[in-house]
């Protein structure tokens, strides 16, 4: 297979032998993200790149280098690249859809116990000292079975989300502004209701939708002041579907109880005042972040760079348009 390839920041270890035994391969050695101007400079004379979601492939950096026929994200979103810019100058761009699913569900689930239960503040309750006898009001928080979860965005981790909450004999409400099949509703227990509705009768929230310009600060004032005093939010789409400061607003004046956040408005820095406040639970973008899932996405994108290079349409084009009028 001739062409090269450049892997913006080190892969799990399989993923890496495969695409060395398979072509000719650099990367940067140091899991640290690279400035742009470097970026730049290291996938100039490259066929296919490799990236991570803290690599931003925009209009220009696609101008300069008009070689590139593709670039593998490693991560199920993309909002990292402008895909019409990369639509229009005909390189491939792929993601790694479906191997985070659950593991990513998993997580909205961890969050969302964590901030109902308190377990970060008990931790840190017991590192103190503190810890002197069992207490009948000690750390109280709230219930989850039974009650209802509100899922954001009903597409394949949001509907994982919302199975898991059969488990805990809870009622399922989803809003999604595409339609989404009875049966696949029906499959994962849920109803469909609106934003509104959503907002109102969830005592947790759980937002699953793509970055764009219709989720952006989807969770502003307005969004805060219909939801429940006690509901508990979690976020593990993307930052900034919630506006921060509002959040940091609604969780001060208690217009909610608590917030479960993997990812942030202006990633990685965290609005300050949400670092001082007990009733959330912060991590630092790991929601896909088991060694078995985080294995699968390399994998796949390893696999979606060969098949650039080899000339075959890579397994998961997020522009199919380019296919059409491949470079390759
Ligand atoms: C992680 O956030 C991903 O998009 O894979």
């Known amino acids: 297979m001739s062409g090269k390839v450049y892997v913006t920041?080190?892969?799990l270890g399989e993923a890496?032998?495969?695409l060395r035994q398979r072509t000719s391969v650099e990367g940067n050695e140091v899991d640290e993200v690279l400035p742009r101007a470097v970026l730049l400079d290291r996938l100039k004379t490259v066929d296919v790149a490799v990236t991570q979601l803290t690599d931003t492939i925009d209009a220009d950096l696609l101008a300069a280098l008009p070689?590139?026929?593709a670039v593998a994200n490693v991560a199920v979103g993309f909002n990292n690249i402008d895909i019409d810019?990369?639509?229009r100058m005909?390189?491939?761009i792929t993601n790694t859809p479906g191997v985070l699913t659950e593991t990513t569900a998993d997580f909205a689930w961890t969050l969302l116990m964590a901030a109902a239960r308190r377990v970060v503040e008990a931790d840190r309750y017991v590192r103190a000292g503190k810890f002197k006898a069992w207490g009948l009001q000690m750390l109280l928080g709230q219930d989850i079975h039974g009650k209802t979860i509100g899922v954001v965005g009903f597409g394949r981790i949001g509907q994982a989300v919302a199975r898991r909450a059969r488990g805990f004999g809870m009622r399922v409400v989803f809003f999604d502004p595409f339609p989404v099949p009875a049966a696949v509703a029906a499959e994962a227990g849920a109803e469909a209701v609106s934003f509104d509705s959503l907002l109102g009768l969830s005592d947790f929230v759980s937002l699953h939708v793509p970055l764009g310009p219709d989720t952006h600060h989807l969770f502003n004032d307005a969004a805060f002041a219909k939801m429940k005093p006690?509901?508990?939010l979690v976020n593990t789409s993307r930052g900034p579907v919630i506006d921060e400061k509002a959040l940091a607003r609604a969780l001060r004046a208690g217009r909610i109880a608590g917030a479960g956040l993997d990812v942030y408005e202006h990633e990685p820095a965290v609005a300050p005042e949400l670092l001082t406040m007990d009733n959330i639970v912060l991590a630092p973008h790991?929601?896909?972040a088991s060694r078995e899932?985080?294995?699968?996405?390399?994998l796949m994108a390893a696999e979606n760079a060969l098949a650039a290079l080899d000339g075959r349409r890579p397994p998961n084009l997020v522009n199919p348009d380019v296919w059409e009028r491949r470079r390759i």
């Open 90 to 92: 005909g390189v491939m």
């Open 85 to 87: 810019a990369a639509t």
């Open 67 to 69: 070689q590139l026929k």
């Open 9 to 11: 920041r080190p892969l």
């Open 293 to 298: 899932t985080r294995l699968k996405m390399c």
């Open 16 to 18: 890496a032998d495969l």
């Open 286 to 288: 790991i929601a896909s």
């Open 230 to 232: 006690t509901a508990v």
